[in-house]
């Protein structure tokens, strides 16, 4: 497996507070993805990063914001965490675009977030 | 939007019976790749198909894609509990005019019963 970790593993908290998930790799990829899984909706983009400080919007970007201050780092922040948000959230890698050739995305283990 | 599907959602089989997942895309893809979830687990890349018509093979795994590249199958001959898992077909996305990031299918749960 690819060196990517996530942190926290799992978190519970409340309506209205932030939350920061931790993206962490080793492979000095330059692409790096937020996914959230839910069922019956398969894996859906929340944001990416083509390098340090670029970041888009995917396709549920609305709520969530991201950083990428270093290549190894790229943190999601729920400013105000809603009970809609409650979901998995998978962070991937990629050494380039998603559309180009050898653009297969390694993942991280995840994070299964509870919003009461 | 442009929107990537796949059936059936849900499939139980028989260990040695064969099983076949299909993807199917709004718009024409440039490429498709498959990934396999483990229960509990994160997806894991399969293969990636660039031509039309293209079929690759991974010993039992055998992946085509459509002569149009809107569609594409996965097919598992004589399933193993092994087998089980969640399987993702994947395209590129199209989001505000680049065509940089991939649009995951909804999925296919696979049950293999010993």
């Known amino acids: 497996d690819a060196g990517i970790t996530q942190s926290p593993r799992h978190k519970v908290t409340e309506t209205g507070t932030p939350v920061t998930l931790r993206c962490h790799q080793t492979?000095?990829?330059?692409?790096m993805y937020w996914y959230r899984q839910d069922p019956g909706h398969g894996l859906r983009l929340i944001h990416y990063?083509?390098?340090?400080?670029?970041?888009d919007k995917g396709e549920v970007s609305d709520g969530y914001s991201v950083s990428r201050s270093k290549t190894e780092d790229f943190l999601l922040t729920l400013e105000s965490a809603t009970s809609s948000q409650t979901s998995v959230y998978f962070c991937?890698?990629?050494?380039?675009?998603?559309?180009?050739?050898?653009?297969?995305?390694?993942f991280g283990p995840g994070t299964r977030l509870t919003v009461l | 939007g442009q929107q990537v599907m796949q059936i059936p959602q849900y499939q139980h089989v028989q260990e040695g019976e064969d099983f076949t997942t299909y993807c199917n895309s709004s718009?024409?893809?440039?490429?498709i790749q498959w990934y396999k979830q483990r229960p509990g687990g994160h997806p894991v890349f399969l293969i990636q198909?660039?031509?039309?018509?293209e079929v690759k093979k991974q010993k039992r795994l055998t992946f085509q894609f459509g002569e149009a590249k809107k569609n594409s199958s996965l097919h598992i001959t004589a399933t193993q509990t092994t087998d089980v898992g969640t399987y993702f077909c994947?395209?590129?996305?199209?989001?505000?005019?680049?065509?940089?990031?991939?649009?995951f299918g909804t999925g296919t749960l696979l049950a293999v019963q010993p």
């Open positions: 991937a890698i990629s050494e380039s675009e998603g559309a180009g050739l050898y653009n297969e995305q390694f």
């Open positions: 492979e000095n990829h330059r692409y």
């Open positions: 994947a395209g590129p996305g199209n989001y505000g005019g680049a065509t940089n990031k991939l649009i």
């Open positions: 990063s083509y390098g340090v400080k670029d970041t």
């Open positions: 198909l660039v031509k039309s018509g």
């Open positions: 718009t024409t893809l440039s490429n």
